[in-house]
């Protein structure tokens, strides 16, 4: 990793410039290509502050920290920077992995007529019912969702299991 250390309202410090570069190196390995940091320490007053920018592999991570004390700051900053590098790093596999997913459908050629959709046609009777009998009778049929006639209103609706477990419903507006 490039690095560059540059101080503010304190003395250049070898001690803290390798105590530094000691500790960005952990980093690297969560960077494939070249990677470089720019870190700012500084002092006002008795606030002690460290500032890291790193950017490489598409990533631009920024990070800062304030305590009494020089070495703890870098120390919080890293940690706060790790974090993020993480984070960033997984939603970048996850994305990665739709994309290829995606892309591994199979290519038909240009010469071939291709064919419509099919649509599955399924007749359902509904009754009416009011929507906590509509929410008993989806955990019975085990269903995704179930259309029924709203007793309460007459109109026709869905409740749908979300995600997460709860329900949602979709009623017409009057």
Known sequence: MNTSVRFKNLESSDALRSYVSEKLNRLDKYFSGPTEANVV???EKFRH?????I???RLAINGKEETEE??????MVLDKLEVQIKKNKQKSRKFRSKAKAGSMAPE??????????RVRVQ???YKPMDVDEAIMQM????NSFLVFTNARTETVNVLYRQ???NYGLIQPRS
Not at 110 to 115: F, K, S
Request: hydrophobic share 35%; charged share 30%.
């Open 41 to 43: 320490l500084s002092i």
């Open 49 to 53: 502050s460290a500032e890291i920018n």
């Open 55 to 57: 950017t490489g592999d």
């Open 70 to 75: 020089m070495y703890a700051a870098i120390d």
């Open 108 to 117: 038909t050629a240009i010469d071939e007529e291709t064919e419509p959709p």
């Open 123 to 125: 007749h359902i009777d």
């Open 139 to 142: 955990d019975l049929i085990n």
């Open 163 to 165: 995600k997460d477990g």
